[in-house]
T-cell receptor, first 113, second 114 residues
Framework: AQSVTQLGSHVSVSEGALVLLRCNYSSSVPPYLFWYVQYPNQGLQLLLKYTTGATLVKGINGFEAEFKKSETSFHLTKPSAHMSDAAEYFCAVSPLNTDKLIFGTGTRLQVFP | DAGVIQSPRHEVTEMGQEVTLRCKLISGHNSLFWYRQTMMRGLELLIYFNNNVPIDDSGMPEDRFSAKMPNASFSTLKIQPSEPRDSAVYFC????????????FGPGTRLTVL
């Protein structure tokens, strides 16, 4: 069965610092890959997704992620953190031929002034 | 577009009572997903529908849980009887029925079973 591993349940950065949230998937066939963000007391919303084509994907709010097949990774980055980025971030995979999303356990990002 | 609408936003009930959670899909979407989120278990897919037909209900915890789509735009998740361990935030999400399509989440229903 496909699975998603997010390393680090909590990540803390200073405002202006680089944000790096890690995601690895297990699959012999690369699935479709997603990053969602959840702000407090809200539902999840899509940040970005990789389906085909360019492996560097740009999303909303200055985030981007790179699909690396050789490393089975889809890490999320942002060059400069903002206080408003504080939230929980979920990596998810959608196995081919299914509409399901399999979510990781989430990484809570804290941003300090 | 109003997005995915869930009601109620908060529900407090006593053990043994029936609970019904409601979800209205985004117009034009034909896939519907019910999730449960807890601190211990994270975000779990309970069941999903495509064109009103249940496709995968392997995540439904037990027979106390049931979900229906009486029409293309509306779904209910029922828990009968409810138990304290059912306390969680329940989300529904809708999408177009392709695996590359974005799932749009509702704001969730926070359920507390006393």
């Amino acid at each position: 069965a496909q699975s998603v591993t997010q390393l680090g349940s909590h990540v803390s950065v200073s405002e202006g610092a680089l944000v790096l949230l890690r995601c690895n998937y297990s699959s012999s066939v690369p699935p479709y890959l997603f990053w969602y963000v959840q702000y407090p007391n809200q539902g999840l919303q899509l940040l970005l997704k990789y389906t085909t084509g360019a492996t560097l994907v740009k999303g909303i709010n200055g985030f981007e992620a790179e699909f690396k097949k050789s490393e089975t990774s889809f890490h999320l980055t942002k060059p400069s953190a903002h206080m408003s980025d504080a939230a929980e971030y979920f990596c998810a995979v959608s196995p081919l031929n299914t509409d399901k999303l399999i979510f990781g356990t989430g990484t809570r990002l804290q941003v300090f002034p | 577009d109003a997005g995915v609408i869930q009601s109620p936003r908060h529900e407090v009930t006593e053990m043994g009572q029936e609970v019904t959670l409601r979800c209205k899909l985004i117009s034009g979407h034909n896939s519907l997903f019910w999730y449960r989120q807890t601190m211990m278990r994270g975000l779990e897919l309970l069941i999903y529908f495509n064109n009103n037909v249940p496709i995968d209900d392997s995540g439904m915890p037990e027979d106390r849980f049931s979900a229906k789509m009486p029409n293309a735009s509306f779904s209910t998740l029922k828990i009968q009887p409810s138990e304290p361990r059912d306390s969680a935030v329940y989300f529904c999400a809708s999408s177009l029925s392709r695996s590359t399509d974005t799932q749009y989440f509702g704001p969730g229903t926070r359920l507390t079973v006393l």
